[in-house]
């Protein structure tokens, strides 16, 4: 929405759920932060198959093949990566 011209309607709306499904994970971990680190684990694990789902729809000409696309789905791919990565590591921490 910052830069238009990018727009594309369909992952709007996969965004959207993705986004709210991280929201309602991170809502959720300060209600329940004993599970905290599944909760991010299964949050994270699901944005990162929408995320993945994406990176497929462009490979296969569906999506949007932009420069700043290609570059938003890789970052995001990454920073997931990383947070799951994380999560691991602080609920192994946590159990010993």
């Not at 093949?65 to 947070?83: C, F, M, N, Q």
């Amino acid at each position: 929405m910052l830069i238009s011209g990018y727009e594309h309607h369909e992952a709007m709306t996969a965004e959207s759920v993705i986004g709210t499904v991280l929201l309602g994970g991170f809502v959720i971990t300060w209600l329940h932060s004993r599970s905290m680190f599944t909760i991010a684990i299964i949050v994270q694990a699901f944005a990162l198959l929408g995320t993945l789902v994406g990176i497929f729809t462009i490979i296969i000409g569906i999506g949007p093949r932009t420069v700043p696309d290609i570059a938003y789905h890789i970052s995001i791919v990454v920073v997931l990566a990383v947070g799951l990565e994380l999560a691991r590591r602080g609920r192994r921490t946590e159990t010993m």
